[in-house]
């Protein structure tokens, strides 16, 4: 026996653990051949220095996961020595070493010792990728008559060049807001040109009277003010534009649609307003004065519609918001101190200033020795962090998101081997990250929890005469320098990166670095923003942000690390110069390309998941890539060129894609020049499964490949479009196969957090987290109590249901005056269903259903807690529940499931939920129905989100195995099949997503083709293709039940992951009988189950490999 690995806390050497009783655990291995091996004692001492803090001493127990500690109090900022003695059935012995380091182990901002929140002085500008801003300016017309106003949204570079903009325009293009003054009329008209065909230069697209657009009375401008200075604003909202006239608005819409009734802007952009590609954006902005008009503007400003609402363009012709001069002093006079225009509209790009870089040098004292070093780091966005020219850390888009004005993130690093005595020197460059630029698929959510990125980060150095010197981040000790090769970085929009400044990125960390021309950063602090509703009468108000103060917290666990890499397999010239490159595998990550142009050169790189199919619908555009399912992430990366051979990686930046489109090369980059770099907090994938079947082998790849491209820091829905967020729903339709391929408590556990954090003062959890919003009520809303419940089935560990219980019970609380059950409901409960199923299942019987799971669980939950009067509470309710649901929702004569009205409601998936969530009380009925059910639809499936993950195991519970296995490999649509026979490398959003006659079925901007839902039916695949399960009567995997039940296949195997190592199981068919493999990890035992049909018919296995005949 070995011990192969010591875990502390599931990490391997963690450093940076703010647990104060943190939990051990270790993988045993034998030598091959060895059988029955199980740990009867084992030994846990941990020591720091010389002093033992704790020493468990011999414990009689089989037990090697989750230990918890319980020695003398740990304290921070201190190495831990671990030493594991573990003790076999065999009289064997193992002993192994591991370590750990706690973090600052105080969760208030008091530990960072004098450390400040710093950033940049400036925001930084991408005209071409704003698309949320606020532009205003004061003007008058010289005789108090003309047409005069603003402009904005010209020179999109997508419309200025035909291949990058779906409606194949090019040529001129802008948006105007001009106020016209003429005798007895004042009214405000608005141009859009070259955005779409019909646009005109000749003809306004709307025209409106300058009146109060509420009390649709009041004149603003008069002849008696005409030839006075007036303040023109317009607020650009994605898509959509409200106009106000000196603080009025002038104009706005009513708009009824999905989500409800709202007053909204003017929608500017012709392809629509929500879940659409966006236009405008801010790009070139400036003034216009008609023909024979004399225009006088103060200024040109744009700032944030979001709070803080800051001001980040201010051009007068005194100058520009940096000092700078302005951007059109070269184009237009000044007079009396005013821009004075005629007869002209001028433009001018007002970006500025790149992503935030911060330097600073650190003395290391060079007369005495240093024992250690260590970084503590966060930011508000994410960092880049360099010591002395190196990098710190493979780990990606650190600190990763959490619910920021809740708990802050941050790392621990060990940079001893980076110092050097004397001065050393330390660069951080900020990028947007999940903190500003664009979040959620609400395009008005821009810089949602704030507008500015920020460092918090100290050095802390330990000299072996015990001395100890802190460096914290400070105004004074840092400069900051907003000229860098990095120019923009947002996660939706990408990144653009300058090599002809490459140097200054490259060496700005070394202690050499001349930095007399940069300037002071300064402190940068947070600003309470209130909740805001964009969904009236449909969903959730967007939660207020910065109410409080957030924690401090150690991050140690699930980093974003490349965990994959593939090359083009063809490239396809498009149009001149414009060069599709097929990955043929979708992922999520960042390209790798290596170039050789001039120096100055632009490449525009550009990314997709679908190429639009040779059908009329698409016709002109077959074989170009599909991007309207990106919607407001226009995915567009931009790198100029420094000269000769270079490559270009993004740093900053994440895209979901299978195809790159790149342009404004002169050399086209061969296939091995094209690289795509797989992101995932995945590292290890332990979830296999290979069959005699190539489409049943490629299902399963896809369903690994959307885990790893959707599991970047948090559980996402996808990882493409203008989303990539946490929905509860998703999460947890998906968790129980995901623990099957990975190790991942403590990447579900931060998500549970999340939840917890966002969870109201009545006790309602949030359908969305981090960040919150959204919509679905009690199908999403239940997330944290059945992930809860799966890890604890999944490890064992009872820390997980103590720390998140209080939080469960206050939501069945709030839970108790929402109508359940009951069949009239408050609308809090809804509104989601079976999310995309081809037939509509009642929700008021999916409600109440998992209601009913709610509470059993509850039930459970509290039983393992020992909390016995709590236990039968809920238990009582679930029998309320359970009563109710069958009195309401199954016709008595026929035993077939109904709506809430009587009326029939045949589904396989209202048959599926009754039996998966127990709340059948004729299960016998129920199951029957959905076996009828299934082969009345040809052995296609039904359902959607919720009925599909659970369907094939509740067909096999009823014993229509056979049935199962057919749906499993059914390949007419709709089934798991059939988007493989149509190429899917990745599970799709929709069982229709795309169809060989349909094409996207006119549904191509809500279509992700990267959304691991619909794939959950792999755990089935696992459980009875494989046979391996947990015993649920015993959690933590240390028992496991073995019931395969083999389909129409030669052959199939593979393995799922443990906490005790990776189980493996396979059967190949020899003639009439089958032989079934396993390998049982030490310190487990099996139960095998050689005939299903036979439940005696067992044999129970220790650890080691065995072969049986079936």
């Known amino acids: 026996m070995k011990i192969e690995r010591i875990l502390i806390e599931d990490q391997m050497a963690p450093i940076g653990l703010d647990e104060k009783k943190p939990v051990f655990s270790w993988l045993l291995t034998a030598e091959e051949g060895e059988q029955n091996l199980m740990q009867s004692a084992c030994r846990i001492v941990v020591r720091t220095g010389e002093d033992t803090v704790w020493d468990s001493g011999k414990m009689e127990t089989g037990v090697s996961t989750g230990i918890g500690y319980e020695g003398e109090a740990l304290q921070p900022c201190t190495k831990y020595e671990v030493k594991a003695e573990v003790w076999d059935n065999h009289g064997g012995k193992a002993e192994a ?459 140690y666990d699930a980093p974003v690390r490349i965990v994959d890499r593939r090359t083009a397999k063809t490239r396809k010239e498009l149009f001149p110069g414009v060069y599709l490159y097929d990955l043929e595998q979708e992922m999520a990550g960042v390209p790798r390309i290596t170039l050789h142009e001039k120096a100055g050169t632009k490449i525009i790189i550009r ?119 946490g929905w509860a729903g998703d999460t947890h339709i998906f968790c129980h196969t995901a623990l099957n391929n990975s190790s991942l408590k403590k990447f579900y556990e931060r998500n549970l957090q999340a939840m917890r954090d966002l969870q109201t003062p009545e006790g309602q959890y949030p359908e969305i987290a981090p960040v919150g919003g959204g919509f679905g009520g009690i199908t999403y809303e239940c997330a944290s109590i059945f992930m809860a419940w799966e890890l604890y089935e999944q490890y064992g560990d009872i820390r997980t249901l103590e720390k998140f219980y209080p939080g469960m019970q206050k939501y069945m609380d709030y839970m108790k005056d929402k109508g359940l059950p009951g069949t009239k409901v408050n609308p809090a409960i809804g509104p989601l269903g079976d999310w995309l199923a081809p037939e509509e299942t009642d929700l008021l019987l999916l409600w109440n259903a998992f209601y009913y799971k709610e509470a059993d669980l509850m039930s459970r939950i509290a039983g393992a807690l020992g909390r016995t009067e709590e236990q039968h509470q809920y238990e009582a309710l679930a029998a309320k529940v359970k009563k109710f649901w069958n009195e309401t929702f199954v016709l008595p004569d026929s035993g077939k499931t109904c709506n809430a009205d009587g009326t029939l409601c045949d589904t396989q998936c209202s048959y599926a939920i009754a039996l998966s969530y127990g709340v059948a009380e004729d299960r016998k009925r129920i199951g029957e129905h959905l076996i009828r059910k299934t082969r009345a639809i040809g052995h296609t499936v039904g359902t959607g989100f919720f009925g599909t993950g659970i369907l094939n195991q509740m067909l096999t519970e009823q014993g229509a195995v056979e049935d199962a296995w057919k749906m499993m490999l059914q390949t007419a649509f709709p089934s798991w099949l059939y988007p493989v026979t149509q190429g899917a490398t990745t599970i799709w959003e929709h069982w229709d997503s795309y169809t060989k006659e349909k094409g996207f079925g006119g549904q191509n901007a809500m279509n992700s083709f990267n959304h691991y839902s619909l794939g959950s039916v792999l755990s089935w695949l696992y459980h009875t293709g494989l046979g391996i399960q947990r015993d649920e009567t015993k959690p933590g995997y240390q028992h496991i039940l073995l019931k395969p039940q083999p389909g129409p296949l030669e052959f199939m195997k593979g393995s799922v992951d443990s906490p005790y190592g990776v189980i493996s199981a396979g059967w190949e068919r020899k003639g009439d009988k089958i032989e079934y493999q396993v390998t049982i990890p030490v310190n487990t035992t099996a139960t095998l189950f050689k005939n299903t049909e036979d439940p005696a018919d067992t044999v129970e296995l220790g650890s080691g490999t065995y072969t049986f005949m079936l």
Request: proline residues 4%; aromatic residues 12%; hydrophobic residues 35%.
């Open 97 to 555: 070493e591991s370590s750990f380091e706690t973090g600052l182990m105080d969760s208030l901002y008091a530990a960072w010792e004098g450390a400040e929140w710093i950033g940049a002085p400036h925001a930084t500008v991408c005209a071409e990728n704003r698309g949320v801003f606020t532009i205003e300016s004061e003007f008058r017309m010289e005789g108090g008559k003309g047409e005069a106003g603003i402009v904005f949204g010209a020179n999109d570079f997508r419309l200025n060049d035909h291949t990058k903009n779906e409606l194949g325009m090019e040529g001129e293009n802008y948006i105007r807001y001009a106020v016209c003054l003429e005798e007895g009329d004042a009214r405000l008209e608005i141009y859009r040109v070259g955005y779409a065909p019909e646009d005109t230069a000749e003809k306004p697209f709307a025209v409106t009277k300058l009146v109060n657009w509420k009390e649709k009375t009041q004149e603003i401008l008069t002849p008696e003010n005409a030839d006075a200075f007036h303040k023109l604003t317009v607020e650009v909202d994605g898509n959509v534009a409200y106009a106000y006239v000196d603080g009025i608005l002038v104009d706005a819409i009513e708009e009824h649609g999905f989500f409800g009734t709202k007053v909204s802007g003017r929608q500017l952009n012709p392809r629509g307003n929500n879940d659409v590609l966006p236009y405008p954006r801010l790009n070139e902005i400036g003034f216009y004065a008609g023909k024979g008009t004399t225009g006088y503007f103060k200024n040109l400003t744009v700032r944030n519609v979001r709070k803080p609402s800051a001001e980040i363009v201010r051009e007068t012709p005194e100058g520009r918001l940096d000092g700078g001069k302005s951007i059109f002093a070269d184009q237009i006079p000044v007079e009396n101190g005013y821009f004075k225009v005629e007869d002209s509209q001028i433009t001018a790009d007002p970006s500025h200033h790149s992503i935030p870089m911060l330097r600073s040098c650190i003395s290391c004292q060079k007369e005495k020795k240093l024992v250690s070093a260590r970084l503590y780091i966060t930011a508000r966005g994410i960092y880049d962090c360099r010591i002395n020219g190196q990098e710190i850390t493979e780990d990606l888009l650190r600190p990763g998101l959490t619910q920021y004005d809740h708990r802050m993130n941050y790392q621990t690093y060990d940079i001893t081997g980076l110092m050097k005595p004397g001065r050393n020197g330390i660069g951080v460059t900020l990028a947007s990250g999940w903190w500003s630029e664009a979040q959620t698929f609400v395009v008005k959510n821009f810089n949602y929890f704030g507008d500015k990125e920020s460092l918090l980060a100290k050095v802390v150095m330990k000299y072996e005469d015990g001395s100890r010197e802190v460096f914290g981040t400070n105004t004074e000790d840092w400069k900051y320098f907003g000229e860098g090769p990095y120019l923009f970085s947002s996660y939706f929009a990408g990144e653009q990166y300058d090599a002809r400044r490459a140097e200054v990125y490259e060496t700005y960390s070394l202690p050499e670095f001349d930095d007399s021309t940069w300037e002071k950063p300064v402190v940068v602090d947070t600003v309470m923003i209130e909740e805001f509703c964009t969904m009236p009468g449909f969903g959730r108000s967007w939660p207020a942000v910065h109410e409080q103060k957030p924690e401090y917290i150690g991050e």
């Open 607 to 725: 990314y997709a998941e679908v190429l639009y199919p040779d059908l009329p619908e698409y016709a002109g555009k077959e074989g170009t890539m599909m991007l309207e399912n990106y919607r407001d992430a226009t995915s567009t990366d931009v790198y100029i060129c420094r000269g000769g051979e270079e490559v270009f990686q993004p740093k900053f930046t994440f895209h979901g894609y299978r195809y790159i489109e790149i342009s404004g090369v002169e050399h086209a980059p061969e296939l091995e020049e094209v690289e795509s770099l797989q992101y995932s907090s995945v590292t290890e994938f332990h979830g296999s499964l290979t069959s005699s079947y190539k489409l049943l082998n490629r299902f399963a790849e896809n369903v690994s490949w959307s885990q790893k491209c959707n599991f970047i820091n948090i559980p996402t829905d996808c990882p493409q479009r203008n989303e990539r967020m």
